[in-house]
């Protein structure tokens, strides 16, 4: 996806959201995509490169070595539970000054928009991407692209979870929408663009899904 936006001629920068290491939950056995023959021809020099990183050196490092995304930004600092040792207001500031150059910004938090069930008090919080962080990038000239993991919830009421982005003052001239990966758990990522840039955007958009893409890929549909 992120491959096809780089087309709108916007630079990408994408803060990663890493959490501390979690080697014991087993998250990383998830590779199975790299063999599966339904992702053949969609992307075959993306789906090599992944395959090298993973049979290779492991790491963020290595991934962003691979230039899969030319003249993208990334930000990596580990993003803890909150203590007095750490400040996520801090993290965010230093990530706002380092993906400054970016005309499009994806967050990429495990589990996606902070949740009412999680306050950013919460051991569990570095999971999340808070509103606050959303509206400050776009508040700041930036296109925002976040991802959320599809909870349970009848699609209906889940959606409702991104009304507040039709109502914040910020974002709410922007131009919501998004894209659904189908595959396997349900994973959305929504978009909160520019106006300026939205032509562009979208143009990648409907490039992703009139390509084999397609088989994955579904228009996320977000209403207010």
Aim: a positive charge; charged letters at 25%; one cysteine or more.
């Amino acid at each position: 996806m992120l491959r096809q936006l780089a087309n709108s001629g916007l630079r990408i920068g994408i803060n990663l959201y890493l959490t501390p290491d979690e080697s014991h939950n087993a998250d990383g056995k998830h590779i199975g995509c790299l063999s599966d023959l339904k992702f053949d021809g969609c992307n075959d020099e993306l789906k090599n490169s992944l395959s090298f990183v993973v049979n290779s050196q492991r790491s963020i490092s290595a991934l962003e070595s691979m230039n899969l995304m030319p003249n993208a930004i990334y930000y990596h600092e580990a993003l803890h539970s909150p203590s007095p040792a750490f400040s996520r207001r801090d993290r965010h500031t230093s990530a706002m000054k380092e993906l400054k150059p970016a005309g499009i910004v994806f967050l990429d938090p495990d589990n996606g928009i902070q949740v009412k069930s999680v306050s950013e008090r919460s051991k569990k919080s570095n999971k999340f991407a808070t509103r606050n962080e959303i509206a400050d990038y776009f508040a700041a000239g930036k296109s925002v692209i976040f991802y959320n993991h599809r909870c349970r919830e009848p699609e209906a009421i889940y959606l409702r979870r991104f009304e507040w982005l039709y109502e914040n003052s910020a974002i709410k001239d922007g131009v919501k929408t998004g894209i659904t990966f189908r595959r396997g758990t349900t994973r959305d990522f929504v978009f909160a663009l520019q106006l300026s840039h939205a032509d562009g955007i979208m143009a990648c958009v409907n490039d992703i899904l009139g390509s084999p893409w397609v088989e994955h890929f579904a228009k996320l549909k977000l209403s207010c």
